[in-house]
């Protein structure tokens, strides 16, 4: 196993994210507010990576959320920080074009 299978092990196909998506999970961009103000996917909330270990509560009870950012550094590290927090429904949606093109 090279590297970055670490990386595709977790990874989820276009067409999981896009059922994902297209039902109702929770769309957290982690990108900074400016950035999100530039444009994001259609209902996602904004959750700067720096705010997501005080923010813990919104992810609480969430049925599946996607995080993403503009490259999916960063939303990787926020699956990370939630995964350590006990909260294992998450998926690293990489891009904000990404996730917004899988939207119907």
């Not at 590297?3 to 896009?18: M, Q, T």
């Not at 994001?40 to 904004?46: P, R």
């Not at 699956?79 to 690293?92: A, C, P, S, T």
């Amino acid at each position: 196993m090279g590297f970055f299978d670490i990386f595709k092990s977790n990874a989820v196909s276009d067409n999981e994210l896009s059922e994902l998506v297209n039902n109702g999970a929770f769309l957290v961009d982690v990108r900074s507010a400016g950035e999100f103000a530039s444009g994001s996917a259609k209902g996602a909330v904004n959750i700067p990576l720096d705010a997501i270990t005080r923010e813990i509560k919104k992810f609480q009870g969430k049925k599946d959320i996607v995080v993403f950012c503009r490259s999916g550094n960063r939303s990787g590290q926020a699956k990370n920080i939630l995964e350590r927090n006990g909260i294992n429904n998450v998926v690293n949606g990489r891009t904000w074009n990404h996730v917004a093109g899988l939207q119907k």
